[in-house]
Each structure stands twice: as C-alpha cells, then as structure tokens.
C-alpha cells in the first residue's frame, strides 16, 4: 500500500468543477494550504494513506424497481411465461419470476403502442408511436436491439405475429396491410391494400386496421378488422377477400373461436357480436351484456364502448368471454370494470385504476386447440393484478413484485447498505402479522427467467416515506426489492373531521401527515420523523404489543431579526441563554388549545391534535414522542429542514428557517429552542441590520411549512388545477401534473436543502386563495426559501409563464445576509469530538450547518452515570466556534487520524417492554466508535465538511482547515454524504447540474466525475440518495426506484447478479388431430409464407415506404462496463455466446443436412437396385 502522492495528478481527471469552473482546479494544488495554515497539521498529513483510486469507480445503473410508469402495452409469453409492459415514455420492463425484472428503453423515447413475443425464441418486437417496429434479443440479461424498421409515410396501428412464423403482419392508419420478414427485419413485397380488400362499390375509407389474426383453421386466411366496422377475410393465396362483413358501429377489437368457424368483435356502442364465417351477411347473435333491456322489445340501449374482448374455449366447461368497458352510462360513478362471463353467469371486477390492457393466460400456446384459460392479467393505470379463474368467485394472486410503492406518492427515501443483518428477518417478522387475506392459493403464474443471489450478501434495507404519512421498509438485498414493514405515523394523530377546526384547514389541505424526512439508527432501531406539518415522532421499536399513551411536546421555535422596530446594533434575545434552557414545555395531553377565535390571532397552537387516549400499538415501531412546533403570532411553524437523532445521547434534534430545537427524548423535555443568530452569540461573523417588519408582510408561493404535497411531487391522478394571481384580476391555470416543481414553472429552482425564510413576491393559487379568506385580522404567511439560490434553466410552456417568472439567481457569497436575515439549520450531527481548539479529549457535541455555510459546535453536558441520565439535566451550549464554507452545509463525518470513518456513539438495541428483562439487564448498553486508545492513534480528529459549493476538511482540535476543493462555481449540490468503499471512505455528491462526483479523503482528490443524470423533475433531487457499498437511487418516476452503482466492482459483477429472461424450454407438442380433421380442417399444415412472401414471388418493397435500422445488437449490455479490461472481457463473453448460439445452430442445419444426404442416399440406393438389371429401352 502505497503512501498518497498530494502533487500526483490524477489520471484521466481534473480538479476543474462539473460547471466548467476553474474554482475547483486549487483543489489539488494551492489551495490545500489555505492561508498558510497547514503546517500545524503537517504530521498527520504525511501518514494518512489512501487506497481508492479512480479505478474504484464506474457508473452504472443496477435496476428499476416499483410499477412501470404510465403503462401503455402488454404481452406474455405462454412457454417462457415472461410479462412484457410497455409505457408511454418508450420503456419496457420484462418481469418472470421474483428477482427476474429487467428494464429497457427505446432510444427515442416514443410511446410503446403494441409488443408480440416471438414465443419460446427468446425475442420480443415492439411497435412504438414513431412508426418504428424493434426487434430485441431476450437471450442475454441486458436485452438489446437487434433490428429496427422504420415506416416512413404510414403509421403502424396494429401487429400480430402468429405462433411459430417469421412473418408479422403490420396494419396502418391508411388501412393497408405490409409484411415484415422477422428474421432479417426486410419488408416482403406483398402488400394488402385496403380498396383492394374492401367492396369496389364502397365510397368510404374503412379507416385504420384495428385487427390482425390469422384464422386457426386455416393459416392462409387473415382477418382484417378496420374500424368503421368492417370486417375482410382476406386469402393470401389467391390474395382476394373470400367474405366481408358490415356492422354500423365502430369495431374496437376481433377474437376468434379456437375452431375457426366463429368470430367475435366488440364494439363502440357497448355491443358484442358473434359472426359465422358460413353467413357473413349479418352476427348471427349480438348481445349488449350491460344494456338494460327496454320494455318496448327494442334493442338494448348503447352503453361505453368496450374496449377488448377475449374468446377462449374450455373442453369441459362453456367458453370464457372476457372484456373491459362496456358499462352503462347512467352509471357514471363506477368504477373501470372487467367482465367475465362464463355460461350463463356474468362476473363483473371493479378496478381501482383505468384498465389499459388485459390478456387471459391458456394452457396452449396453439390457436386452434381449446385454450383452457387459467388466469387473466389486468394492466391497470397504476396496478398489474392476476386474476384466478379456475375457482368460481376469481380471486386475485398475491403479486410478489414491489409494485405498490406509489401506494401513497413517495415524498422521501433513505438507503442503507450494508446493515446489521438481523434486521431483516425482525422487521419481516412484524410485517408479515398484517398481510392481507382471501388470495388465491396458487403460484404465481408469471415464473419465466432464472434468478440466483450472485455474489453480493450484504443486507440492504430502503425506506420510503410517502405522502399520507406512512413509512416502507424494503429489503434490497442483492438487487430485488421486497416489502418488509409498513409504518403508518398518522396512527398518532387524531383523524381532521371536515369541517372541523379551521386552525388546520388554513394551513394544509391535502396531505396533513404527509413525511418529509427520515433518519433512522440502526443499530439502536430508533426512528425519527419530521412531518410536513411541522413536527417530529421519535419510535421505538419492540417486540411486544402495547397499549399507553403517547407522550407529547410542544415547541415555539421563532426568532426574526426583521421584525426588531428599534435600529439599535445590540440584539434583544427572545428566549433565555442555553446553559437556562431547562425542561420548559411538557405536555402528556396532546393541545387542547387547538382552535382559536376567528377574529383573534393564532399563538402557541400545534397544527395537529396528538391522541389523548391510550394507544394500542402491534409489534414494531411505537410511537415515543411527538414533538410539535406551533404557531407564533399568527404566523405558522416552518418547514423543518434538519433532523439528526442518537440514541447514546437520548436526544433528537432538528432545525428550520427559525431556529434550532433539542429534545431529551428519554427525559421527554425540551433542552434548547434558539433563534439561529442566538446560536452565534458574539461569535456571529456578519453584521446584521435590523429590519423594518413591514416588508416580511408580503407573502409569496409555497410559503409555509404545509405546502400541498401535489405541488412538491406531481401525481398524474390528481386533476387539481391551480391558478396563479397574474397583475391584477388576469389568472392563468395550471395543472399540478406538470412534471416540474412549481417552482420549475416560473422557470426558478430553489435548492431543496438550504431554505432559509425570505419575502418574495410570487404567488400560488394556495396563497391567494388564503390572503382572501385569511380575513383583515390575519397577517400573511412567509416563504421558506434559500439565501443562497441557484437558478437553472426549466422548459417553460407558455407565455404568461415566461412573461411573469419571476427569477432570482443564487448568491453563495454572503453579502445576500442584508436580503435574507433567516438564517436556515441544512445540517446537524451528533459525534464525539472537538467542541474547542484547546480542547484536550473529545466530548458529546452537536454539529449544526446553516444555509449560509456557517458551522456551530454545540457541547453537550451529559450525567456522568447511566443511573443519573432519567433525573439529572443535559446542559446544551454554544462552544463559540464558528467554521464557514461557501453555499448552505449539507453533510458532516469525522475521521480519526488514520483516515477511519468515526462512526457516532449509539445504544445498543433492548426491547423496552420486554417481560423477560429484569431490571439489572435493562441497563443502557452504549457503544463509543471513538478510538480506544487515543494516545497511541493520536489525539486529534479530522472534521469533513461539505457544502452547495465545496468541501472542507478541518483538523481538530486546532480548526485548521487542510484540504478545500470548490466542487461547483455555476452550480449547486443536491446531495453529499460521506460514504465506506472497499474498506475505505469517501465522500460523494450529486450536482444539480446532473453531475454525480467523488472525492478521496482527507485530501479531498477528485476520484470521480460524471455527468449523469440531468435533473429534469425536483422528484430527482428530493429523493437522491447515496449509500455504503458504491449505491445510490433515486425515484425516476412517480411509480419507480432507479437503483444505480458507483462502484466499478459492483458494475463488473452485475450482469451475475442479473436474472435470466430466456430459458431453455421445450415447446409442448400440438394436440393429435385425427385423421378427418386433418383432411377436412383447412390446409394450414400446407401453407408456406416463405413461398408467398419472399422476395422470388412477392418481389422488393418500396425503398421509400420502411427504412431498415441495423441495431447494437448483443453491445448493447456492454455500455455500463466499457470503462476497463471487464468491459473487453463482457463484449468477448458476449461476443463467444452468440458465436457458440451460431455454432449450435450451424450443428442443427448440419445434422439436418446430414439425415437429408442420408436419406436420399438410401432412396437413391433403392433405385439403383432397383433398375440395376434393367435395359435402357425397358426404363
């Protein structure tokens, strides 16, 4: 192990930011001796020695878990039994059994309108918006495109692609019909044109081709469903139409009896019909199943169109029919429905969501053998659900994949790799109490594809917080993803009656418990989490139900230096110094005040009453505390944007645009509540003038702490439209489906993590809506917003909005104090370290950052013995050291002085309503990460500290700052935290700009800069997170987690731990059809496409009509590993496979050859025999 090189330059990388700036280039150079201070830390700079590299890291997604975001397609495969889903962003996600989930993507990002398994060969074909057919390889585990054909002056509408055929029939909106060979992606010259297909007579177009089948009677007959109602039976080998049939209602979709003879077609009017090939004249039975039949004898009147139908016979039972839609209209209020009908009995399942498609699941993959359906998949808008129609009453399968994360929207996400590994199987214990009854008892029918644990075992635990306040655990241990726990925090509060108490309804209307922040210890199993209304619920967890109550605080938290009328320079403090800050507001009760009069103002009110009854809490995570902030002088609590919790301390503390808060969470009281500036004391660095409070009257959009959270995260669901109070009485409407913040829209991005309080001018339908209802008596709210603003550039869809947006760039330099004196708490970290420079050990301490890049120690002051911790007072205090960095503080760590990640004390688990614990085993176990023996490792520590725009690293505890990297001038980071690798620590950040970037530590070297991931949606940027182990994720969608690594060892092994989606399966033999069957059932064993459809008989398509697209075929998989020699070695692996898949079947076609030689080697021996001893005139 080599020691570091500081002047070596790193290969292949620059110290220059993301943003093009050269602020970063110091980094390595200069500015690692700022101010000519790093001779004092000279000694343990020279012994601190680095093992990562860049060749440690590689970006590369890993896998997408959750529902496929606005699902458009659907497709099975019955042999490999794999799903395919398609979306209108141009994804396609395969899923098998658990663990085998794959996810793809069209390049250009168009619609996907239809997909066809080309079955048991391990490739799919998908027809996108763009008028371009895909062919993709499923055989590899990175699928990848192996053809495409592009149409160039027609628009695909429909495809089908019978059983074990090459040829797949392509229908379009100008009604014509083209063939496409599947093996070379070519189109034959054989085309049906639809005034060819249709009656010469005929004045009309048919409109679009809205069905392709081939009759299972006879594979040289198509059918042809156009959408004006028209129906061709077309021959394609004497290419004429043997019948056509007429209905006056528009056809929606075509299904064929097994036996060919029949057909049936659903239509627009609500109305089945069944057709006999025999009398095309007319349906020899129409049926309206959810018409109401009128008294007259007249036809049933029309009811909504429906949308699929599917016909499948049983050999021992009545044939299913199964559809979507068709419901009556006087109905308005039901819900999407599926209709089963089988026999005489009509089944009809309400659905949740909009269906977007369904297949029914048969035994055989055959057309023309009784299909004896098992199963129906139901595609839903935001739901995949299996239903069971073997037994009578259909229950749904319990579906093993994680497709409910969008249950409730995902407003938060935490990560944690490499966890203690009992916390798994504890948590699933208590989670799987409340699985939910009345499945059907039979496997999941979805088991394609093969799937082993690979190599990677570290346990890996995600948690979601979502907006109607409940909380997921997940396992996402070896890339799956499997629901552990479900949390609700609501269960604390008492339910908002409508109508009841306008404190609360003035304030959030939507989503009153919705999570805005998580932190989780655990080792100790404590969870924290700050509400979106402005409080905080600590959890235990345990084993054991309980029945108590729920202890509660309150917590005024307001300090404004702009509202101090009086210009003097000295600053009148509005609570008492720390080291007074005893135990101050206790309540067991919840608030009792909650409602104040109409005309008065609001003061020391919570937003949310807590339950004052007793509790029955299951096993699990039981609410501790609840710690409420409440309004001040009418003025509402702020958003809380800091929360930090140790469990060896007993204390929680979290922070706002206001103030900070420390809570003794055993003791249940409140240590601290301080105005930011109070925090500083002397030692505050700016001068700040005071303010008149006139101007902190205005008020602006998404002020307040209980902003909507439709606005935060846009949910397509919610048609909540909100209008924007534009210069005077002109309005402009908007919809919160816009994919962007409404911070977006008015082309402005504030940064998520350093809100500090300022009076803008802009203002949201919320904020008008409240000015007018608000009353005189009521003074306006205040906007939460950063000091420190950085401004990127958002698409901007309409003029109004481009005219009025109002934006604000960001400043990082802090001459903006004199503009914005709140000063917001970003970050805060408990650790045992260096509150002094004269300090001589370390001690409990509370690191606090702010929006404005300062850092404060605070020392905390604990009961020297465990016996004393319930009864005596921990003193909290300001140590007076001040540290500053550019742009709010996001993240802090310490590292001993070997460059070791010191992990913060904590207590180790013990179930606190255990029976079996007596009193002396109940006594706190801690566990100190500080080194043991400091004398020998040194008496000193290494502070890491990262901001929006740089990273500091400090030794303590002289504060001399070592080592200072500007990561970003133009931009800003989202995320930073510091992270293990291979052993080793590091820090990682993701930029604003869409940059994700490591850094080597202490000496802060750039090990890694990539720009990634463009931050298009502010979903992106509130839920990225990294993790140990090279892991992050974020939520792509509304419905999906994309898991990524910044590893290059985990990009090496992924394609191991990847599922397989193609498997070796044998395809079941057709049924035996008898001799008659044989003679009088069609020709379709006779029919030969490669005679009629090649290029010999049908000649060359028009060049002009499709364009073919060679595609990347099996290197396609290789881009996430094309960085090193493992990215040679994946393309040769892959490129061996593909060669071992041509050998094998250049053995089929020889050993094929070969029984053809021999075969007519003997035939031709048998005729030599036979005319040996004959003369040539007796021939």
Same mark, same amino acid.
């Given at each position: 192990?080599?020691?570091?090189?500081?002047?070596?330059?790193?290969?292949?990388?620059?110290?220059?930011?993301?943003?093009?700036?050269?602020?970063?280039?110091?980094?390595?150079?200069?500015?690692?001796?700022?101010?000519?201070?790093?001779?004092?830390?000279?000694?343990?700079?020279?012994?601190?020695?680095?093992?990562?590299?860049?060749?440690?890291?590689?970006?590369?997604?890993?896998?997408?878990?959750?529902?496929?975001?606005?699902?458009?397609?659907?497709?099975?495969?019955?042999?490999?039994?794999?799903?395919?889903?398609?979306?209108?962003?141009?994804?396609?996600?395969?899923?098998?059994?658990?663990?085998?989930?794959?996810?793809?993507?069209?390049?250009?990002?168009?619609?996907?309108?239809?997909?066809?398994?080309?079955?048991?060969?391990?490739?799919?074909?998908?027809?996108?918006?763009?008028?371009?057919?895909?062919?993709?390889?499923?055989?590899?585990?990175?699928?990848?495109?192996?053809?495409?054909?592009?149409?160039?002056?027609?628009?695909?509408?429909?495809?089908?692609?019978?059983?074990?055929?090459?040829?797949?029939?392509?229908?379009?909106?100008?009604?014509?019909?083209?063939?496409?060979?599947?093996?070379?992606?070519?189109?034959?010259?054989?085309?049906?044109?639809?005034?060819?297909?249709?009656?010469?007579?005929?004045?009309?177009?048919?409109?679009?081709?809205?069905?392709?089948?081939?009759?299972?009677?006879?594979?040289?007959?198509?059918?042809?469903?156009?959408?004006?109602?028209?129906?061709?039976?077309?021959?394609?080998?004497?290419?004429?139409?043997?019948?056509?049939?007429?209905?006056?209602?528009?056809?929606?979709?075509?299904?064929?009896?097994?036996?060919?003879?029949?057909?049936?077609?659903?239509?627009?009017?609500?109305?089945?019909?069944?057709?006999?090939?025999?009398?095309?004249?007319?349906?020899?039975?129409?049926?309206?199943?959810?018409?109401?039949?009128?008294?007259?004898?007249?036809?049933?009147?029309?009811?909504?169109?429906?949308?699929?139908?599917?016909?499948?016979?049983?050999?021992?039972?009545?044939?299913?029919?199964?559809?979507?839609?068709?419901?009556?209209?006087?109905?308005?209020?039901?819900?999407?429905?599926?209709?089963?009908?089988?026999?005489?009995?009509?089944?009809?399942?309400?659905?949740?969501?909009?269906?977007?498609?369904?297949?029914?699941?048969?035994?055989?993959?055959?057309?023309?053998?009784?299909?004896?359906?098992?199963?129906?998949?139901?595609?839903?808008?935001?739901?995949?659900?299996?239903?069971?129609?073997?037994?009578?009453?259909?229950?749904?399968?319990?579906?093993?994949?994680?497709?409910?994360?969008?249950?409730?929207?995902?407003?938060?996400?935490?990560?944690?790799?490499?966890?203690?590994?009992?916390?798994?199987?504890?948590?699933?214990?208590?989670?799987?109490?409340?699985?939910?009854?009345?499945?059907?008892?039979?496997?999941?029918?979805?088991?394609?594809?093969?799937?082993?644990?690979?190599?990677?075992?570290?346990?890996?635990?995600?948690?979601?917080?979502?907006?109607?306040?409940?909380?997921?655990?997940?396992?996402?241990?070896?890339?799956?993803?499997?629901?552990?726990?479900?949390?609700?925090?609501?269960?604390?509060?008492?339910?908002?009656?409508?109508?009841?108490?306008?404190?609360?309804?003035?304030?959030?209307?939507?989503?009153?418990?919705?999570?805005?922040?998580?932190?989780?210890?655990?080792?100790?199993?404590?969870?924290?989490?700050?509400?979106?209304?402005?409080?905080?619920?600590?959890?235990?967890?345990?084993?054991?139900?309980?029945?108590?109550?729920?202890?509660?605080?309150?917590?005024?938290?307001?300090?404004?230096?702009?509202?101090?009328?009086?210009?003097?320079?000295?600053?009148?403090?509005?609570?008492?110094?720390?080291?007074?800050?005893?135990?101050?507001?206790?309540?067991?009760?919840?608030?009792?005040?909650?409602?104040?009069?109409?005309?008065?103002?609001?003061?020391?009110?919570?937003?949310?009453?807590?339950?004052?009854?007793?509790?029955?809490?299951?096993?699990?995570?039981?609410?501790?505390?609840?710690?409420?902030?409440?309004?001040?002088?009418?003025?509402?609590?702020?958003?809380?944007?800091?929360?930090?919790?140790?469990?060896?301390?007993?204390?929680?503390?979290?922070?706002?645009?206001?103030?900070?808060?420390?809570?003794?969470?055993?003791?249940?009281?409140?240590?601290?509540?301080?105005?930011?500036?109070?925090?500083?004391?002397?030692?505050?660095?700016?001068?700040?003038?005071?303010?008149?409070?006139?101007?902190?009257?205005?008020?602006?959009?998404?002020?307040?702490?209980?902003?909507?959270?439709?606005?935060?995260?846009?949910?397509?669901?919610?048609?909540?439209?909100?209008?924007?109070?534009?210069?005077?009485?002109?309005?402009?409407?908007?919809?919160?489906?816009?994919?962007?913040?409404?911070?977006?829209?008015?082309?402005?991005?504030?940064?998520?993590?350093?809100?500090?309080?300022?009076?803008?001018?802009?203002?949201?339908?919320?904020?008008?809506?409240?000015?007018?209802?608000?009353?005189?008596?009521?003074?306006?709210?205040?906007?939460?917003?950063?000091?420190?603003?950085?401004?990127?550039?958002?698409?901007?869809?309409?003029?109004?909005?481009?005219?009025?947006?109002?934006?604000?760039?960001?400043?990082?330099?802090?001459?903006?104090?004199?503009?914005?004196?709140?000063?917001?708490?970003?970050?805060?970290?408990?650790?045992?370290?260096?509150?002094?420079?004269?300090?001589?050990?370390?001690?409990?301490?509370?690191?606090?950052?702010?929006?404005?890049?300062?850092?404060?120690?605070?020392?905390?002051?604990?009961?020297?013995?465990?016996?004393?911790?319930?009864?005596?007072?921990?003193?909290?205090?300001?140590?007076?050291?001040?540290?500053?960095?550019?742009?709010?503080?996001?993240?802090?760590?310490?590292?001993?002085?070997?460059?070791?990640?010191?992990?913060?004390?904590?207590?180790?688990?013990?179930?606190?309503?255990?029976?079996?614990?007596?009193?002396?085993?109940?006594?706190?176990?801690?566990?100190?990460?500080?080194?043991?023996?400091?004398?020998?490792?040194?008496?000193?520590?290494? +502070?890491?500290? %990262?901001?929006?725009?740089?990273?500091?690293?400090? =030794? #303590? !505890? $002289?504060?001399?700052? /070592?080592?200072?990297? *500007?990561?970003?001038?133009?931009?800003?980071?989202?995320?930073?935290?510091?992270?293990?690798?291979?052993?080793?620590?590091?820090? +990682?950040?993701? %930029?604003?700009?869409?940059?994700?970037?490591?850094? =080597? #530590? !202490? $000496?802060?070297?750039? /090990?890694?800069?990539? *720009?990634?991931?463009?931050?298009?949606?502010?979903?992106?940027?509130?839920?990225?997170?990294?993790?140990?182990?090279?892991?992050?994720?974020?939520?792509?969608?509304?419905?999906?987690?994309?898991?990524?690594?910044?590893?290059?060892?985990?990009?090496?092994?992924?394609?191991?731990?990847?599922?397989?989606?193609?498997?070796?399966?044998?395809?079941?033999?057709?049924?035996?059809?008898?001799?008659?069957?044989?003679?009088?059932?069609?020709?379709?064993?006779?029919?030969?496409?490669?005679?009629?459809?090649?290029?010999?008989?049908?000649?060359?398509?028009?060049?002009?009509?499709?364009?073919?697209?060679?595609?990347?075929?099996?290197?396609?998989?290789?881009?996430?590993?094309?960085?090193?020699?493992?990215?040679?070695?994946?393309?040769?692996?892959?490129?061996?496979?593909?060669?071992?898949?041509?050998?094998?079947?250049?053995?089929?076609?020889?050993?094929?050859?070969?029984?053809?030689?021999?075969?007519?080697?003997?035939?031709?021996?048998?005729?030599?025999?036979?005319?040996?001893?004959?003369?040539?005139?007796?021939?």
């Amino acid at each position: 192990m080599k020691k570091f090189n500081f002047r070596k330059v790193l290969d292949g990388l620059t110290a220059s930011s993301p943003g093009g700036s050269a602020g970063g280039g110091g980094a390595g150079g200069g500015s690692a001796h700022p101010g000519g201070t790093a001779g004092a830390a000279g000694t343990p700079r020279e012994e601190i020695q680095e093992t990562l590299t860049s060749d440690y890291f590689q970006i590369c997604k890993t896998v997408r878990h959750g529902f496929p975001y606005l699902p458009t397609a659907l497709a099975f495969d019955p042999v490999q039994k794999i799903l395919a889903i398609g979306t209108r962003t141009g994804a396609i996600r395969i899923l098998g059994r658990p663990g085998v989930d794959c996810y793809c993507q069209h390049e250009s990002g168009a619609a996907v309108l239809q997909l066809q398994f080309l079955i048991n060969e391990g490739a799919l074909v998908s027809a996108c918006a763009d008028d371009t057919l895909h062919l993709w390889n499923l055989r590899q585990k990175r699928p990848a495109i192996l053809h495409s054909l592009k149409f160039n002056r027609e628009r695909i509408t429909y495809c089908h692609l019978p059983f074990q055929s090459k040829w797949l029939y392509v229908g379009t909106e100008r009604g014509n019909t083209h063939i496409v060979n599947i093996e070379s992606f070519i189109l034959s010259g054989y085309v049906i044109m639809w005034n060819k297909a249709i009656e010469l007579s005929t004045k009309t177009h048919p409109g679009p081709v809205v069905h392709l089948s081939d009759s299972p009677r006879d594979e040289g007959k198509l059918l042809i469903g156009y959408e004006n109602g028209t129906v061709v039976f077309w021959d394609l080998r004497s290419k004429r139409a043997d019948l056509r049939a007429y209905y006056d209602e528009a056809i929606h979709s075509v299904a064929w009896h097994h036996e060919g003879k029949q057909f049936m077609c659903s239509h627009s009017d609500g109305s089945l019909t069944l057709w006999n090939l025999k009398s095309p004249n007319r349906p020899f039975q129409t049926t309206i199943p959810h018409g109401k039949i009128q008294r007259d004898g007249k036809k049933p009147e029309s009811c909504k169109p429906i949308l699929k139908v599917e016909y499948k016979t049983c050999k021992n039972s009545e044939p299913f029919v199964i559809f979507s839609g068709g419901l009556s209209y006087d109905k308005a209020c039901r819900r999407p429905s599926l209709t089963i009908m089988h026999g005489k009995a009509i089944t009809v399942l309400e659905m949740d969501h909009p269906i977007v498609d369904f297949l029914t699941l048969c035994e055989t993959p055959y057309p023309n053998e009784f299909q004896e359906p098992y199963a129906v998949v139901v595609l839903l808008e935001k739901d995949l659900i299996v239903v069971d129609l073997t037994q009578s009453n259909f229950p749904i399968f319990e579906n093993p994949y994680p497709i409910d994360i969008h249950e409730s929207p995902v407003t938060c996400t935490e990560y944690f790799a490499d966890c203690p590994p009992d916390l798994i199987p504890v948590l699933y214990s208590v989670g799987a109490k409340h699985k939910k009854q009345g499945y059907s008892n039979k496997e999941w029918p979805i088991s394609g594809g093969a799937w082993n644990l690979g190599a990677q075992t570290y346990p890996e635990i995600i948690i979601t917080g979502h907006a109607d306040g409940s909380v997921k655990f997940w396992d996402a241990s070896a890339i799956t993803l499997q629901m552990l726990y479900k949390l609700k925090t609501s269960k604390v509060f008492e339910k908002q009656k409508s109508g009841e108490g306008k404190a609360t309804a003035e304030i959030v209307e939507e989503d009153p418990f919705a999570v805005q922040m998580m932190y989780w210890c655990p080792e100790s199993r404590i969870f924290c989490v700050a509400g979106v209304s402005a409080y905080v619920v600590v959890y235990r967890f345990s084993k054991h139900e309980v029945n108590t109550e729920i202890a509660s605080l309150e917590v005024r938290l307001q300090y404004e230096v702009e509202d101090i009328i009086t210009p003097e320079p000295e600053i009148i403090p509005q609570f008492p110094d720390a080291s007074s800050q005893l135990p101050s507001l206790k309540s067991l009760s919840g608030s009792t005040n909650t409602v104040a009069c109409e005309g008065m103002m609001k003061d020391s009110i919570p937003c949310l009453s807590v339950k004052t009854r007793p509790v029955r809490m299951p096993p699990g995570y039981q609410a501790d505390l609840v710690i409420q902030l409440v309004w001040v002088d009418g003025e509402p609590p702020q958003q809380i944007t800091s929360l930090a919790v140790n469990s060896a301390y007993g204390l929680v503390a979290f922070g706002n645009c206001n103030g900070l808060a420390v809570v003794d969470f055993m003791q249940k009281t409140v240590l601290l509540s301080m105005g930011t500036l109070e925090l500083y004391g002397s030692s505050d660095p700016y001068q700040r003038q005071p303010r008149s409070p006139r101007k902190s009257k205005q008020f602006a959009a998404d002020n307040f702490c209980m902003r909507g959270l439709s606005n935060f995260y846009p949910d397509l669901t919610k048609r909540i439209r909100t209008s924007y109070q534009i210069k005077g009485s002109r309005k402009l409407s908007l919809p919160t489906d816009l994919k962007t913040d409404l911070d977006h829209v008015n082309g402005h991005c504030t940064s998520p993590t350093s809100q500090s309080c300022s009076s803008g001018k802009r203002l949201s339908s919320a904020d008008v809506s409240k000015a007018n209802r608000r009353g005189p008596g009521r003074p306006p709210f205040r906007k939460a917003q950063s000091a420190a603003c950085m401004e990127i550039s958002l698409p901007v869809t309409t003029e109004e909005n481009r005219e009025n947006s109002f934006s604000r760039s960001r400043s990082s330099s802090v001459s903006s104090i004199d503009r914005d004196s709140k000063e917001s708490i970003t970050a805060l970290y408990f650790m045992e370290s260096f509150a002094r420079k004269n300090d001589s050990a370390v001690s409990p301490c509370l690191w606090v950052g702010t929006g404005l890049g300062m850092v404060l120690i605070l020392s905390l002051n604990l009961p020297a013995s465990d016996d004393l911790r319930q009864s005596e007072p921990v003193m909290v205090s300001p140590s007076g050291t001040v540290l500053t960095l550019k742009g709010a503080v996001l993240t802090f760590a310490c590292l001993d002085c070997t460059g070791t990640l010191i992990h913060p004390p904590y207590e180790v688990w013990r179930d606190p309503h255990s029976a079996d614990d007596g009193e002396k085993t109940r006594k706190r176990k801690l566990v100190m990460h500080s080194p043991s023996s400091s004398q020998d490792m040194g008496d000193h520590q290494f +502070a890491v500290i %990262c901001s929006e725009k740089q990273a500091k690293v400090f =030794s #303590l !505890p $002289s504060q001399t700052c /070592l080592y200072v990297h *500007n990561i970003t001038e133009t931009s800003f980071l989202l995320q930073a935290d510091v992270v293990t690798l291979c052993n080793s620590v590091c820090l +990682a950040c993701f %930029c604003a700009n869409g940059h994700i970037m490591t850094l =080597s #530590l !202490p $000496s802060l070297r750039p /090990l890694l800069d990539i *720009n990634y991931l463009p931050v298009t949606d502010m979903r992106i940027a509130r839920t990225f997170c990294f993790s140990n182990e090279g892991q992050a994720l974020y939520l792509s969608s509304p419905t999906e987690i994309q898991r990524l690594t910044y590893s290059q060892e985990m990009c090496d092994n992924l394609q191991d731990m990847l599922g397989d989606l193609f498997t070796p399966v044998e395809t079941p033999e057709a049924q035996n059809r008898g001799f008659l069957k044989g003679l009088f059932g069609g020709s379709g064993q006779a029919f030969d496409r490669e005679e009629l459809f090649g290029e010999a008989t049908a000649g060359k398509a028009s060049r002009s009509l499709a364009q073919h697209i060679p595609g990347s075929g099996g290197i396609e998989g290789v881009r996430g590993a094309a960085g090193g020699v493992i990215g040679d070695l994946t393309r040769a692996r892959i490129a061996l496979d593909e060669r071992g898949q041509k050998l094998g079947e250049l053995d089929e076609r020889t050993a094929s050859m070969m029984a053809s030689a021999e075969a007519f080697s003997k035939h031709a021996h048998e005729v030599m025999l036979k005319y040996k001893d004959k003369k040539w005139y007796q021939f």
